[in-house]
């Protein structure tokens, strides 16, 4: 069978201390540069509510 392959991956372990948005931002812009790091960020205000939402 050569028209497939296997990946194999291993899972890390849950971390004790969840990073915070701040450092999971900056996590990613390592990882992919700061085109979209951009749109992450703008997903992560308006779904925590930090940008206004029309008092």
Not at 4 to 12: A, G, M, S, T, Y
Request: overall charge positive; hydrophobic content about 40%; aromatic content about 4%.
């Amino acid at each position: 069978m050569s028209n497939h392959f296997h990946i194999l991956f291993e899972v890390p372990k849950r971390p004790e201390v969840l990073p915070s948005s701040g450092e999971l931002v900056k996590m990613l812009g390592r990882l992919s540069g700061n085109v979209s790091v951009g749109t992450v960020v703008q997903r992560i205000e308006i779904r925590i509510g930090v940008r206004g939402g029309g008092d």
